[in-house]
């Protein structure tokens, strides 16, 4: 963890002065910017349905859900209120489709809002690979038509955030610089053994993007892991 920290604040000069004040802040919750990716094993024993296995998930018949607003590879909403990028940012990661999207078109999605200056992409796709299935995952999963889509419920700004920007040095931050807390409901469905299947469980995890004044729109820079949301 202290060498992945020390690596990430050496090579990124965004977020690196309050990646220092948030560790100092947050140790007692474990934040974690740069997570390890989850393996093709895991994804690919999940069943169709269920993306892994935790304690809130709730098996539910396909019926019961509701419908996911898009399949997924379509593009993110251009915004200048940091609320509603996160919004559209949020539902596009948790958005695919197996009988209509491919993984390529749903990382190039998020890469289109990504920095602007390239310096927290390779971040980015490391934050993206712990989101999306692995391409062998995604081929199992295919074989049950399995889609996927998030019921945003709540999207704030994270206390902890606010005291790191309150500590770090003047200048030492992008204006515009902020993170927003995503609260919502994953839903999967799919088929099994010919049956309709459909399961949902609660995440929460904070996304980091900048927006004006040092940009017109909000840009995308990076990603909390699931089990590790600001506060």
Known sequence: MRNALKTWILTHRVLSVLIVVLTLVLVAVGLRLLAPSTTDDEHATASPAAPSAPPDKIETPAGTAPNPTTNGGGPIAQATDPDAFARSV???????D???SNLPELTEQLLTVADPTGEETPGLLVDLRTYLP????????AQYQTRQWLEVTDVVEPAAWREALAQAPDGAVVEGTTARTVTGVRHRAGTWDGEPVAARSQVQFTIFMVCGPAYEQCHLLRLSTSDAALL
């Not at 949020?90 to 695919?96: D, P, Y």
């Not at 692995?134 to 999963?141: G, I, N, V, Y």
Request: net charge neutral; hydrophobic share 50%; no cysteine.
């Open 98 to 100: 197996t009988t209509s």
């Open 134 to 141: 692995s391409p062998k995952a995604w081929t199992h999963l």
């Open 90 to 96: 949020a539902e596009a990661l948790f958005a695919w």
